[in-house]
């Protein structure tokens, strides 16, 4: 087999070695009983060519080639070449956590910077290496409220990612942490702030917010983190949209940022793997779940980094670690890393314009073609609207003919608003396919 | 040699340090659109005026930086890399391939299930397959690593034994588990117990059977255990938890000592993970991602996460509509990408060659053990399946821990093994060659074991003052932790 | 450290010292017709037993090996290689990306016209956009690399005076020439006659209407000359050759100083190659593969070799019934996924682009130049373009030769710059750094070079005895000469 | 630009260091007449992701998933994913040819390595660092000939690849050298010995001949080599389908091996790069082309490799040396060499084994469809027929209708083989496809 370096005669030779006849002696103690004699039911090894085209058989039966509105968390951008060059050298593929730093110093240096960058763009003052996701992140960066707050019930806005509420939901259930839904408000779109209010009591953690939110919309992160304040809660804020971060004034006053990367770092591969970030002020990073990158010298005075603060982790405080994170998303961060690193500044900047010039001009074009609206808050490369001469589905039945994968019904999440898309446009997206998609909101007036 | 200066490469500083204003490494098509006023559009108290510090390099520079940064990094691409515990075998190129076939990287995890067939057939020939290779009855690949699997596994019993109206408060844990078992313990609000080993490293069913009772949810074993070796009394400890009404758990990371050989399903094991990103050879990528597959016996199977697929008459779908699940433990399908990876890993092999990479690893493990015994001290005498545990008691005695040793093999050009796990054995040596490695890469190893063993009675300092041949020398962590450092800030005056 | 044996990764063996009977790094899928007898259907004679020697190792060693054996070079995602006249500027990666879409990588040279559309119009647009940018009238892909293009322009020249039944015998070469240019000529069949170059590096334009008769087939001119400056008279000497009926070929290796500034068909020159593997940014490789498109004015388009790509009103066909062309110098199409590179690079600047980068190309050359005419001699005072040229004779002084502060380089940090041409500076350092390197590699250049110049004077042995910070010192280049040894044999007993 | 890492700032800070106000004064010595002022005429840059979308287009045009039973000297072949991991490396991707040889042992041994291999599969004692591709290492290798036979006139098999003739045309034509067309004989397709025979005069300095021939057949080189030897003549022996390296007895005897290494290295990317190998015997060396890598230690007695016979090159001996070739094919040949190292001994032997099987099988199902065999010699994995319900155009029109691109039409190039398609079957064609042609073939029978 090619991937075993091991001739015959090496085998026969390391058997003897071992004073052994036959490679079953090797599981003596393994009771009989428990050992298998007939083999797995699994075909024959294959080639690597039959491989690949297994996976190019798979790979057809899907979108490729499709134009696509969805975004909902997992967005379409373009990714430089340089990401997979970097991403794909044995020296970063192939290495383990960067536990020996002597010789794993271009993980630890890439880690740093990673940390720095995601410091500097979401205004808090350190980050951590890495979470699973953004879905992940959120629960963690909650669990992190509640001790550094000693408190119990967490709200949530609605209008943050459904998936990322379930998950939320689960983390929480068996850890007497309350994760309370706070409504959005149904004009706006943004966190009802009265309702919000009226729950914010002396036993709240945290509030947790997500900007743009699951509808595209824009949140006023600060006057919600003075809320919180109020009340002696930290303000959690989250985010799924990465490209965002080139334009948006970041939430300063949040206490804990989480979110996810993937829009800076990986394709949306059917869901993974992407990359969460955890950042927060200083004073909190002793409660920071997850890896964490410092800097130090070596025995010679030099410049050199490190994982450090370790006592925070499950392989010294096991079972009262913050987390139990243990391998992270390093990979899909270092990819973040050098999408950041190329872009730049100015790079993020315009991403970010292109976005919204994007979202705006669909917002428009459908607007013109009888859509209406949901929300009158502003948003960022995405937005809900409601057909009004043909029914959502029927829309996109009707663009998927014409190889376009139309906006995400939002009746799966939010009954209320059976009937409404939640429509994405990236900077990837062509102007003719927004026509083309516009016309399929027209079909039905039309005809 | 003092009178050169550092290399270039030895040199490079950190990409903020080489920021000017106006360079770029990246440019967008030009928009075809009109441009809109994001201060009009968002109000302008919502726009931000500037990334202080962010980078702005060119491509060129960037790729440097990076290509110079790699440089300083051990991989599996470069030789071995036996660390104990995290089976670092090699990581087939043609897994990457496939991970970036258009149809599979750029699939949207919302897109009309249609367009979705080929990924989920790919998921479910991956689920049968793991199925198949650990004896269980059904898996969910949505945790995200092992530890999320843990997490999952533990829900799952939880949900379980509250189904049945019979809530339990406690865990029980060996005290040569990994971290990850009593940190995941704890997040699924259980209690940790530790029961400590027997003087084989193994679990001691007695005192198992004494603290077995009816507040116990489940114990948490890794098989073969962390120490390397086969708990061969697995069946009674899963007696002895059953008729307690608790749950075996088994932390699968081991499985590169049993695939082919061995299924958990048959031990009497009820929930286990899998970390794809050891066994099924996905890239570690120096910390992830991985994946974490949750495998379950039939029981267990109405709570596994949402969604699961179902196969109609016409097509593969997604099925959410489970009332008893658990609900999600992360958004989407999981890393996706990384089960793309470990399915082109098995279908490489076939059922017979898993089976032949098994019996290689577990060669390899004894072939070093037996190269090693003599230099270093074994704690425990029962046989090593895919890794052996030595301890640095004879080294000790000169001043050298297995952290020296670790760093002295540096110098010789390998990775070091695992240090100070498992805790069960004072100053561990954790060494996990992997099937991938040859006869001569081991011969090697093995040599330079035993000559740093030499070096330990001949010159204990030179050990201890390890690695000398590096681009870095001995890292000071303590430093780095009393007065954390975590990113990047301009000096003054920059 | 003496004590510490080598680096495995330092020790990298050759492939066929890993091998062992039985190994393999590939498997093809299973045949899916019946197998047959070679001995049969060839007849046994005719079938090998064995290749003695040849390599049996797996996928995993053949990762390693090559993965090790690339740590020990050096190369432009490194560092500045500042080789003159080999223009060694930042490889795009994207050129990579495309050269490997399947619908181009995997043409075939003869698949049908109609299904070759894309292909001829990416070699039709390079064309136009090469012809635009040297301002000639037609050009041809085929030829694989500069000395190639060379040979095919001389060849061009050739049939153009022969079929004006004007034979001609020889061709004129500046003493400051690449070594290519000369022996290019003797391959084409002419004598070479070289001229000396005057005080300034330049063309003697008076000793060149002395020897320019009606023998006289053409004068190689190489603008920028190899000393980077530019050849002022170029006009004149254009209408000396012209006067007697010769032709100007010139040699484009140094385009990188011209693109988007000054256009060689409007210097007078007749023919002219490039290297795209120098100008436009396709990657060298280690030696290869490159690109000599030839580009001619109109009276020597008929010549150019088949086939050519002509519009028909339908579509882009390829042209063999030229009878005037000098036949092929190579088989199919060139090196076609060189030309999709290079394509890919001029699509990347657009026509003000290439000017941008050859104003910074020009400007980092002259930046290096004032930073160290202090400190090294400046043989010729005139203005450089893209490369600067000093000679070592400041250091001679001191028994330090242009080679040994080429190796001195080396522990800096950095690949030396180009020793030993052109011949007309004994002695010569010859620096091109492209337009792709940062003020701050240049500032680090500068500082190298002047430290070194201060160690020539403080300690030469040091510079003398330099490389000391690389793997491999200084090679025996001698030894290897002397004895030949370029294969690997199995020793006695292997 | 991206490609270019200064910002305007540094610009100006180094014009200033040069004493100059703006840029045109870099350009002072051109003389004013000849600098333009005038842009190029080239469309304004663009970015990455429309330049990977430009050439996606232009791919898309071209044959894409289409089978092809295309050979005549480039050849579809799987490629293991690991040669392009190795070769996208920067350390080989973007390093210059190795002259310093400290920083370069990465380069030189691999390039030590493809010698070794070369001559191990050609039964020569030495092989060069590479020619540019098998059509140009072929007139080398005459010339190689004549220059050590010190006579000039060359003997060529008229079934070398027709395109490898006209290129030696091309070569020879200026250089007092002669090649003269070898007949091929009409029945077998090998060369016609008794032409040759009558042909081999004193003055003759070498025979070339192809083994497989463009035909696809195995000539009986080691009898061809005696009949040059007899004569004074070297035989130089070629080749275009590397694949058959794996099973054919090499041609020891012969003097010189030039040949294309294409089917081990690159695929067909419509004509180039490929790479040419040029190996002969041992006391040849010094008349060789091209580079060489050699055996020596360092100043430390370590062994390590460098380019050497130098003297035999342009960049020594200028007009005098024996070859005009510079830049070579490296990196190809690094892919190539791989490529060998990762089939090793078994798997070249067996990817030889499976071309014939196809290319048998395929012969025999288009015999079954009324095809006729233009030659009777063995064949390795391409054979000329000549369909006998249909005309060949009308075989290959109807088999693109179905997604199949037929042979390669001889007429083309053998204006007496009209009506005859040269057909290859490598191990990347399957036995459906065969089938599908074959069934191309028999149209007119059933129709
Ligand atoms: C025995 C064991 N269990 C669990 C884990 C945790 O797995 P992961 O790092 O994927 O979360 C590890 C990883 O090192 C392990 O070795
Ligand atoms: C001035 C000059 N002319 C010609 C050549 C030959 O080009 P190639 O190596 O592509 O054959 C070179 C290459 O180094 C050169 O520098």
């Known amino acids: ?447 | 040699m003092d009178r050169v200066r550092q290399h270039t490469t030895l040199n490079e500083g950190l990409l903020f340090e080489r920021s000017s204003p106006g360079k770029s490494g990246c440019q967008l098509p030009p928009l075809d659109v009109p441009a809109v006023s994001p201060g009009e559009v968002l109000g302008s108290a919502l726009v931000r005026s500037d990334i202080p510090g962010f980078p702005e390099v060119s491509e060129v520079e960037v790729v440097r930086h990076f290509t110079r940064l790699s440089s300083w990094n051990y991989a599996i691409d470069l030789g071995l890399y036996p660390l104990g515990s995290c089976t670092m075998k090699y990581n087939p190129r043609v897994n990457e391939a496939v991970a970036r076939i258009d149809g599979i990287a750029n699939a949207h995890p919302y897109q009309p299930t249609s367009l979705s067939q080929g990924l989920l057939e790919i998921q479910r020939t991956l689920e049968s397959y793991l199925v198949e290779i650990c004896g269980m009855d059904a898996v969910t690949v949505q945790p995200a690593a092992g530890a999320h699997g843990e997490l999952t596994g533990l829900l799952l019993i939880r949900a379980y034994h509250e189904a049945a109206g019979d809530a339990r408060r406690v865990v029980l844990i060996p005290d040569s588990a990994h971290g990850t078992n009593p940190a995941t313990a704890s997040i699924a609000g259980y209690d940790v117990l530790e029961i400590r080993s027997n003087a084989s490293g193994m679990i001691d069913v007695d005192r198992l059977r004494a603290v077995a009772d009816d507040s116990v949810a489940a114990l948490m074993v890794t098989n073969p255990n962390t120490v390397g070796i086969f708990e061969g009394q697995i069946r009674e400890v899963a007696e002895v938890l059953h008729r307690c009404g608790a749950q075996l758990y088994m932390d699968g990371a081991n499985m590169n000592a049993l695939a082919g050989i061995a299924r958990p399903g048959e031990f009497g094991v009820d929930v286990m993970h899998l970390n794809l990103h050891k066994t099924f050879s996905t890239p570690h990528g120096g910390g992830g991602p991985g994946a974490g597959p949750v495998a379950v016996r039939e029981h267990l199977e109405p709570f596994l996460p949402v969604p699961r697929i179902r196969e109609s008459p016409e097509q593969l779908e997604l099925d959410w509509d489970r009332p008893r699940s658990i609900g999600r433990v992360r958004a989407f399908n999981g890393n996706f990408g990384v089960l793309v990876r470990a399915l082109a890993y098995i279908l490489a092999h076939g059922g017979d060659g898993l089976r032949n990479a098994t019996v290689d690893a577990v060669l390899n493990a004894n072939y070093i053990r037996k190269g090693l015994e003599d230099h270093y001290d074994l704690p425990y005498e029962a046989p090593s399946m895919h890794e052996c545990v030595f301890s640095d008691s004879r080294q000790a005695r000169h001043g050298v821990k297995t952290g020296d040793i670790a760093k002295r093999l540096i110098d010789y050009g390998f990775h070091p093994y695992t240090v100070s796990f498992p805790l069960i054995v004072k100053g561990a040596l954790m060494i996990e060659p992997t099937e991938t490695e040859s006869k001569r890469e081991l011969d090697a190893f093995v040599d330079a074991m035993q000559a740093i063993a030499d070096e330990v009675e001949r010159d204990p300092d030179l050990v201890r003052s390890a690695p000398v041949t590096t681009r870095t020398s001995r890292v000071d962590e303590t430093r780095a932790a009393r007065k954390p450092v975590v990113r990047w800030q301009p000096r003054k005056g920059e």
């Open chain 1, 1 to 447: 087999m090619r991937y075993l370096p091991k001739s015959p005669v090496e085998r026969e030779e390391m058997l003897a070695a071992l004073g052994m006849e036959s490679a079953e002696e090797l599981f003596a103690a393994i009771p009989d009983e428990l050992r298998r004699t007939a083999g797995l039911d699994i075909p024959r090894g294959m080639s690597e060519f039959e491989i690949r085209s297994y996976f190019e058989q798979r790979g057809s039966e899907a979108a490729g080639g499709y134009a696509s509105f969805l975004g909902a968390g997992a967005y379409h951008h373009y990714r430089p070449v340089v990401i997979d060059t970097i991403a794909t050298r044995g020296e970063f593929l192939t290495a383990y956590t960067p536990y020996q730093a002597e010789i794993s110093q271009g993980v630890l240096t890439s880690i740093f910077e990673f940390q720095t960058m995601i410091a500097q763009l979401t205004g808090m003052e350190v980050a951590n290496a890495s979470m699973y996701d953004g879905s992940t992140a959120v629960p963690e960066a909650g669990m992190m409220a509640a001790r550094i707050t000693r408190r119990g019930r967490l709200l949530v806005a609605e209008s943050l990612h459904p998936e990322y509420r379930q998950v939320l939901d689960t983390y929480f259930r068996h850890q007497g942490l309350t994760a309370e839904t706070v409504a959005f408000d149904r004009e706006t779109g943004r966190v009802d702030t009265e309702a919000l209010a009226s729950r914010l009591t002396g036993d709240v953690a945290g509030v947790i917010v997500q900007s743009p939110n699951f509808f595209g919309i824009v949140e006023q992160v600060e006057e919600l983190a003075s809320l919180a304040h109020g009340a002696g809660a930290l303000l959690v804020s989250t985010f799924s949209e990465a490209a965002s971060l080139g334009i948006l004034e970041p939430a300063a006053s949040a206490d804990i940022v989480a979110g996810e990367l993937q829009s800076f770092a990986h394709p949306p591969s059917y869901g993974g793997p992407y990359v969460g970030v955890l950042a927060t002020k200083m004073r909190n990073i002793r409660q920071m779940p997850g890896r964490i990158v410092g800097e130090t010298v070596d025995s010679r005075g030099r410049r050199a980094y490190c994982l450090t603060l370790a006592t925070r982790e499950q392989h010294i405080r096991r079972a009262r670690a913050t987390s139990n994170i243990c391998t992270n998303q390093a990979l899909v961060a270092l990819m973040a890393t050098v999408y950041m690193s190329l872009l730049g500044k100015d790079g993020l900047r315009e991403l970010a314009e292109q976005n919204l010039a994007k979202a705006h001009f669909l917002a428009a074009e459908l607007r013109e073609s009888g859509a209406i609206p949901v929300f009158s808050g502003p948003f960022f490369n995405e937005f809900a609207v409601r057909p009004s001469g043909r029914v959502a589905t029927e829309v996109n039945r009707a663009a998927l003919e014409g190889g376009i994968i139309g906006g995400l019904e939002l009746g799966r999440f939010f009954p209320e608003l059976e009937g409404a898309l939640l429509v994405c446009a990236t900077e990837t997206v062509k102007r003719d396919d927004m026509a083309a998609y516009a016309a399929c909101f027209r079909g039905a007036l039309d005809g």
